[in-house]
Antibody, heavy 122, light 113 residues
């Protein structure tokens, strides 16, 4: 069955960096786009970034553009999110999620990981 | 950016009664070339990841009970739970995937009366 397992969360000081990873299994990872979605404490869901199945296209929310980088290694079935210049408002549970649609483009998300907690605090 | 506005913020419904959640987009999410609305609904329970319920505005995801249904087109959409069950207590979000950035509604909390 499809499994997405995030790792890399933790407590980090403002201005520092953190790298999240998402290990995928149970499906042909290289055939599906992937996304990151976050939920800040007491807030709703916020879309963060999307990457095409082959890594050719990457798009970001304005709130993270220029600071976060989404990437993937299709040889290792792994999705990553490099987060630089972290701010208090980046504190959230970060979910990796799989596109329902095969190939490129936007899509609803049919499988989600359990999430990893990122806390930005001094 | 397309702004998604959900109403109400919260909803209290008796077991077995109907629950209706509305979602309005600031611009149409209907793609004319395939006549599909790029609108999804998710259920989110505390401590769990969100679960896809509905996509293309009205297509139920596999395994989702048929008491959940989606309707609407263009800019106005509705998620209906026809007969509320205890396990349906959750937050519900609409999301448009018509444009990047993909955007979610603010969420609607459904509780039992």
């Amino acid at each position: 069955q499809v499994q997405l397992v995030e790792s890399g969360g933790g407590v980090v000081q403002p201005g520092r960096s953190l790298r999240l990873s998402c290990a995928a299994s149970g499906f042909t990872f290289s055939s599906y786009g992937m996304q990151w979605v976050r939920q800040a404490p007491g807030k709703g869901l916020e879309w963060v970034a999307i990457i095409w199945y082959d890594g050719t296209y990457k798009y970001y929310a304005d709130s993270v553009k220029g600071r976060f980088t989404i990437s993937r290694d299709n040889s290792k079935d792994t999705l990553s999110l490099q987060m630089n210049s972290l701010r208090a408002e980046d504190t959230a549970v970060y979910y990796c999620a799989k596109n329902r649609r095969l190939g490129g483009g936007t899509s609803p998300l049919d499988y989600w990981g359990q999430g990893t907690v990122v806390t930005v605090s001094s | 950016d397309i702004v998604m506005t959900q109403s109400p913020d919260s909803l209290t419904v008796s077991l077995g009664e109907r629950a209706t959640i509305n979602c309005k987009s600031s611009q149409s999410v209907l793609f004319s070339s395939n006549n599909k609305d790029y609108l999804a609904w998710y259920q989110h329970k505390p401590g769990q990841p969100p679960k896809l319920l509905i996509y293309w505005a009205s297509t139920r995801e596999s395994g989702v009970p048929d008491r959940f249904s989606g309707s609407g087109s263009g800019t106005d959409f509705t998620l209906t739970i026809s007969s509320l069950q205890a396990e349906d207590v959750a937050l519900y979000y609409c999301q448009q995937y018509y444009n990047i950035p993909l955007t979610f509604g603010g969420g609607t909390k459904v509780e039992i009366k």
